[in-house]
């Protein structure tokens, strides 16, 4: 198997035996601390590999914080099983529609947090981007499409340094973040693309529509949940 399959591989079996520990250990708290220490050895050992194949320096903050946010991924996609896996395969009632609400609302309000905290320029002490070619370029670009972005920021920690990506972030103040490694491995045309890509979401609202959507999404999720177990009588 090639490292990078294997990766992948180490993900996607996290995901799966959490699943499985949870639906088969019928005493809950057995299974509560069985699936979390899954899930993070699950991420620990995905991570380390992940270093080892980009050949990634870490400092053990850095190391703690990447290990966190896929630990909460993790968490995230399992969750829907945690939910319902029980109910499903046991036929085991809810207590409370408390219960479910928390089951999927804990882990988006656990990523939120960490979103927050990974695209905020002061908290991380991100540097702003300074070559002044891409500043020239992005203020042509806002003249263009009318559209104000706040500034370009760096991110150059963790698994960042192995990232060719950017992103734009931001409701109604826009931001847009490029890695290092994107700067380093792009043309300064092709970084300028890059650019242009990203103010087109900030000047059409991308984000706006998607966190607004995705709020959308939780709500169905937990009214379609909540109908379903009251018409099942799983709730008492």
């Not at 991420?43 to 992940?50: P, V």
């Not at 656990?110 to 927050?116: D, S």
């Amino acid at each position: 198997m090639k490292a990078k399959s294997l990766i992948g591989f180490v993900l996607l079996a996290g995901i799966v035996l959490s699943a499985l520990e949870w639906i088969s250990i019928e005493n809950t708290r057995i299974a509560i601390p069985t699936v979390l220490i899954t899930i993070i050895l699950s991420s620990f050992l995905y991570l380390k590999l992940y270093k080892t194949v980009h050949n990634i320096d870490m400092s053990t903050s850095e190391f703690a914080m990447e290990l966190f946010k896929i630990s909460i991924v993790i968490l995230m996609l399992v969750s829907p099983i945690i939910c319902f896996g029980r109910v499903i395969f046991s036929s085991e009632k809810v207590n409370s529609p408390g219960i479910v609400v928390a089951y999927i609302l804990i882990p988006v309000i656990f990523l939120t947090l960490v979103n927050v905290l990974e695209f905020s320029p002061p908290i991380r002490k991100l540097k702003p981007v300074t070559e002044q070619k891409i500043i020239d370029a992005l203020r042509e670009l806002e003249k263009r499409l009318n559209v104000h972005i706040e500034n370009v920021y760096l991110l150059d920690r963790g698994l960042e340094r192995a990232e060719v990506n950017a992103y734009q972030v931001g409701l109604r103040k826009f931001r847009i973040f490029v890695t290092e490694k994107l700067l380093s491995a792009l043309s300064a045309e092709e970084i300028l693309g890059v650019l242009a890509h990203e103010v087109v979401h900030a000047q059409r609202k991308h984000t706006l529509k998607i966190f607004l959507g995705g709020l959308f999404v939780v709500f169905i999720e937990i009214m379609i949940a909540l109908l379903l177990l009251r018409r099942a009588v799983l709730i008492r």
